[in-house]
């Protein structure tokens, strides 16, 4: 891990050219003169020799402080350099354990830039109160710090010219934009923080002269962008836009004096140039060809895997051991759903098109009935009367949703099905909020269904009637027609915008694996040996596949059981882990699940819980070791394979079986009497890998 957390370091100080800075480490011989940027550890030996160097030299005017080693140095590094006047910059580096920056913070008056990097235990709220009534701090740089929440004292900090934000996926940019209205920002720079967006209250920071999105997942700007009337320079590199014309056009009519974006063709370029006459403009040029699709591909360049020139290599392994970190564990680090609107509206795990949360929460649509003393006090909706006898109902979504339902607005639902108003209102009414909404027509019998989603659908049959009750039936029924085209209008428009949308995400989702395989891949070559670097992406996997096979060989035919498959999954690149065999009580949802097993065979012999479950979307593997109701963790938001043991025996058993027969006999607080149906037989590891390979 090391040298991958080096890695990143590099990629950071490079890109804030903070090693340009040439910062020079005190030592006790540091001559006067010689720099005013200076760097320390932060230890008590390093604060001591600040102080030494302070009291002989005039120079400090920019300090780096590396590390952290806790004790009272460190209000004695504050204290001191709360007397020294002349102190402009302070850069915190990697001080990890580091929580609080002492009080004396607040004396530094004249600071006027402060960086944080990779600090991700310090307390930014506190810091950040303490240099708010610091009017000379100017610009703020925040790298590799996992901030999860945006510090409200940024509000505060009213003379902020400049921000710095970078690997902090977490943060809420919306919310720190929102922070930022009050301030003088001039400059925001937020490359690297995996963005997918940019937030449309943008368009709040008047001030702003300087926008970086480097280095992002961007696809497309916000309309909001174009108010912005203060920028004058924009960089976008490495992002993902759909069409770079039709964004950088969003910017037309600003006064923009510097742009910088991808590799495009020169026929784009010259559009380009067209908009911004007066602007300079840079194109990050690419040492890989340009696709249609104006992504650049890495991947196939290179040779294929040729055996005769690989027999010599010994431990040419580094990079297949970071092989499934890079592409097998993250590559799913984007998610696309790509079901359309139609199957979605019918399917019980989405609503209103989003999926049902893991909890089986969700927004939903409410009934309301208009029977007076069955009338819901939670909608805010209008109430009608009801003719006698009559059991009538409105649909309720919130604000905007359900357009298409508009169709039949100053209409009631009347049901006329066989139900009793007290049984209508339990099942459809009372305490109920279901997932969608749909209407059907049968025309023949000038019939209407609304279709209400739950756990599964529900036809509810009813007629509508205009809310005046003197208004007649055969009026309403005349309309029929034409309103219910109206509703299958606005339900295709609405499906075909939703669908477009799906399309669009399609292509950007594919635009950003590819962005990140390509990523990946030249982070896998900086592990690569030379024969390695000159393969294509194919000839690597079949050099790979090569290289495992042949060391596994050596225990192909040794038989497969707890001891040999930690050995074999070693060998094999998979990661090999004990998971827990006690617990309290058994659980499962549809992300994860902890069960109390207790396994028999058909035959009714009783079995210790001890399983092996593959999971081969991560490349890892968990043995249970346990006794007779024996606990079992799985994740079953992932596929698994469940290979149970007897002695050196083993039984396969597929995901959607084992949940299946998990699901039959559950209990909340005793062992689940869970039975195998599958013989037992010896498996060698060669066939026992082959069977998980073929089970996947």
């Not at 909404?437 to 019998?445: A, G, P």
Request: proline fraction near 3%; glycine fraction near 4%; charge should be positive.
């Amino acid at each position: 891990m090391l040298k991958v957390n080096l890695l990143f370091l590099f990629v950071f100080i490079k890109f804030f050219n903070l090693s340009g800075q040439n910062y020079i480490q005190i030592s006790d011989s540091t001559p006067c003169g010689l720099s005013n940027r200076f760097s320390i550890y932060g230890t008590s030996d390093d604060v001591n020799r600040l102080q030494t160097f302070l009291n002989r030299c005039n120079d400090l005017e920019y300090i780096r402080v590396k590390g952290y080693m806790p004790g009272e140095h460190w209000n004695q590094l504050f204290s001191v350099l709360s007397d020294y006047t002349r102190l402009k910059g302070l850069e915190l580096f990697y001080n990890d354990g580091l929580e609080k920056v002492p009080k004396k913070i607040k004396e530094n008056s004249g600071l006027r830039t402060i960086s944080i990097i990779g600090n991700k235990d310090l307390n930014y709220e506190d810091l950040f109160k303490k240099l708010a009534k610091h009017d000379s701090l100017q610009k703020i740089s925040l790298v590799d710090n996992k901030l999860k929440e945006v510090p409200g004292a940024f509000k505060n900090l009213k003379k902020l010219k400049k921000l710095h934000i970078s690997g902090n996926e977490a943060l809420n940019y919306t919310q720190l934009i929102e922070n930022l209205k009050e301030t003088n920002i001039e400059e925001l720079s937020i490359p690297l923080n995996s963005l997918s967006d940019i937030p449309k209250n943008i368009k709040e920071l008047k001030k702003l002269k300087v926008l970086d999105i480097r280095k992002n997942y961007v696809a497309e700007l916000p309309d909001e962008i174009s108010e912005l009337d203060s920028l004058s320079e924009f960089m976008s590199e490495d992002n993902i836009f759909l069409d770079i014309n039709e964004e950088l056009s969003k910017l037309k009519g600003l006064n923009i004096r510097y742009l910088s974006f991808d590799p495009v063709k020169k026929e784009d370029f010259e559009k380009i140039r067209s908009v911004f006459p007066k602007a300079t403009i840079e194109r990050k040029e690419s040492e890989f060809p340009l696709l249609e699709n104006g992504i650049t591909s890495i991947w196939d360049k290179g040779e294929p895997f040729d055996l005769s020139k690989s027999e010599n290599l010994k431990g040419c392994d580094k990079a297949i051991r970071h092989y499934y970190a890079l592409f097998v564990k993250r590559n799913e680090y984007f998610n696309y759903d790509s079901l359309g609107f139609f199957e979605r509206l019918s399917d019980s795990k989405y609503s209103y098109n989003d999926k049902v949360l893991a909890d089986g929460s969700y927004e939903g649509v409410q009934l309301m009935s208009h029977n007076k003393f069955f009338q819901r006090g939670d909608v805010n909706y209008p109430k009608y009367k009801t003719k006698k006898g009559e059991i009538a109902f409105s649909i309720c979504p919130e604000g905007n949703l359900y357009p298409e339902l508009k169709a039949f607005n100053s209409m009631l639902w009347v049901y006329v099905g066989e139900k009793s108003k007290k049984e209508f209102l339990k099942t459809f009414i009372n305490n109920k909020t279901w997932k969608d909404v749909y209407l059907e027509y049968d025309r023949s019998n000038e019939t209407f269904f609304v279709v209400v989603k739950g756990d599964f659908l529900e036809k509810i049959p009813v007629y509508p009637r205009y809310v005046n009750p003197k208004s007649s039936l055969n009026q309403a029924k005349s309309q029929y027609e034409k309103k219910f085209k109206m509703y299958e209008r606005r339900l295709t428009l609405r499906s075909f915008r939703f669908n477009k949308e799906i399309e669009r995400e399609k292509i950007k989702y594919k635009m950003r694996m590819k962005k990140r395989e390509n990523q990946n891949w030249l982070r896998l070559k900086s592990y690569m040996c030379p024969y390695e670097k000159a393969l294509s992406k194919e000839g690597w996997l079949n050099y790979k596949d090569y290289y495992i096979l042949k060391n596994h060989s050596k225990i192909d035919t040794l038989p497969a059981n707890a001891n040999t498959l930690k050995l074999s999954s070693k060998i094999r690149y998979i990661s090999f882990r004990e998971g827990s065999v006690t617990g309290k009580k058994n659980f499962l949802n549809s992300v994860s699940g902890k069960v109390s097993l207790n396994i028999a065979q058909r035959s009714g012999y009783k079995l210790p819980t001890k399983c092996f479950i593959y999971y081969p979307e991560v490349n890892e593997v968990y043995w249970f070791n346990g006794d007779f109701e024996g606990f079992v963790d799985f994740k079953s938001n992932l596929n698994f394979v469940v290979a149970f043991l007897k002695e050196d025996l083993i039984s396969f058993c597929l995901k959607e079986d084992f949940l299946k027969e998990v699901r039959t006999m559950y209990q909340d607080k005793s062992a689940i009497e869970y039975l195998i149906n599958k013989p037992f037989k010896k498996y060698s590891l060669k066939e026992f890998w082959k069977m998980m390979d073929a089970l996947k």
